[in-house]
């Protein structure tokens, strides 16, 4: 591959050498590079790739992607100075990769909450359907039927690509993304021909990296600004935030919604624990998922699958077959007849969510125990949020560790608790230890009560002072659910 190949789409501001020599690969991590490869420069928020073109030179890269020259310019070595290196480096492994993106039918799907469910469900729906598809999200990124670990909720640029390429290979017709702010923010999205987006909400969420909720619902946005006219842009409108998702896109607007009048439209006819029996565009249907959360994000799907040219009845009818997603109002009952629910809630609104959804679905003759903690270095506005959410609407909440990283557990804790109101002091514990915290909750529980983990989900793994030590909420209180004869 010649390197002018892979500049196409780059915005290029200046070239020192020759964009005609023959290039092996792409990286921007210059552990990684090998002889002849291009080694892009990002700037990221831990490290500075420009502090490193020495080192990837010494390794073999053969051509620079850069935003300013080096002071050290060495002979035979291409550098090309672009305006944002994060944004070049999504067309050069758009390029690299021969714009897979644009062989098949990309779906992504942003908000704040219910992103994992859908793409997933969307995955599992259109395998029932019969196709090839593909997923790429927080929990696991699947080519057709082979699964691979995932770490972000929006992978870098060129692993994105590296997947698009390889369901191109095994003829994967359509791929349904999760595409985070963060994820936009910096650029990974660029470069990749979406054929529809979805809009879920927006709460409170990642403020220790957009500094102001105006910026998040801007950075959102974004996506939406971007869609091509062939293109549709699905969003929830009865959230406030949905029009404005809507009001520079070039795609077909469309509307989902519960309460308001929309393209798509449910009502809500029964929720129970076995799951809801939705009226979906004046059509009945029952399906295994539950709370009104899920009615929302089973409505994006439907919606989306329409928008794809799936048809209207075989639509419904898979909606009914459609499993709940790991992690997401994961549940099991003991012999006992307690009820484990594990639930990734790790924002305010999602917790509200969940714990709204159980108080709706209970008979309030049981007591509803809450688990939750919040993430180390990250919010550290949302601790005593949900802390006040959990211990409001519990009837007991513990507060634990979640993912401490490298922050001191209790020190997290201790902000968490200055958002319990003194109403709830009596029924709050603080519990360091996350399996102590889910022990004690299990001895706690009666027949009938309902146990919330909320905050790891599908997590198999506590980080702590960057150290990942092996966790299974849902394992964990299986086990000692067992354990107590409960």
Known sequence: MILKDILYKVAIEAVKGSTEIAINAINFDSRKIETNDVFIAIRGTVADGHEYIETAIGKGAIAIICDTFPENIVSGVTYVQVKDTNRALAFIASNYYGNPSANLRLVGITGTNGKTTIASLLYQLF??????????????????????????????????????????????????????????????????????????????????????????????????????????????????????????????????????????????????????????????????????????????????????????????????????????????????????????????????????????????NEQLITIVGCGGDRDRTKRPIMANIASSLSDKAILTSDNPRTEDPEAIILEMEKGVEPQNYKKTLAIVDRKQAIKTACQLAQPNDIILIAGKGHETYQEINGVRHDFDDMKIVTELLEQLNK
């Open 127 to 364: 395998k029932k359907a019969g196709y090839k598809v593909g997923l790429l999200s927080t929990v696991k990124n699947v080519v057709d039927d082979v699964e691979y670990k995932s770490m972000l909720t929006t992978s870098d640029s060129i692993t994105i690509n590296k997947f698009l390429k390889e369901m191109n290979d095994v003829g994967v017709e359509y791929c349904f993304m999760e595409v985070s702010s963060h994820g936009i923010a910096q650029k990974r999205t660029e470069g990749l021909q979406f054929a529809g987006g979805v809009f879920t909400n927006l709460s409170h969420d990642h403020l220790d990296y957009h500094k102001t909720f105006a910026e998040y619902r801007d950075v959102k946005k974004t996506f939406f600004d971007q869609l091509p006219k062939g293109a549709f842009a699905l969003v929830n409108s009865d959230d406030k935030n949905g029009p404005v998702m809507l009001q520079n896109t070039s795609a077909k607007k469309l509307t989902y919604a519960l309460k308001s009048y929309a393209d798509y439209r449910a009502q809500i006819l029964e929720n129970q624990l076995t799951g809801l029996l939705l009226k979906i565009n004046e059509q009945e249907v029952w399906v295994r998922l539950i709370g009104t959360f899920n009615a929302y994000n089973l409505l994006a799907i439907y919606g989306t699958a329409i928008e794809l040219g799936l048809d209207n009845m075989e639509v419904l009818r898979l909606l009914s077959e459609l499993e709940s997603v790991s992690g997401r109002f994961q549940y099991i009952i003991s012999k006992g007849n307690i009820t484990a629910v594990v639930d990734y809630a790790h924002t305010p609104d999602a917790l509200e969510n969940v714990l709204k959804t159980i108080d709706d679905i209970r008979t309030k």
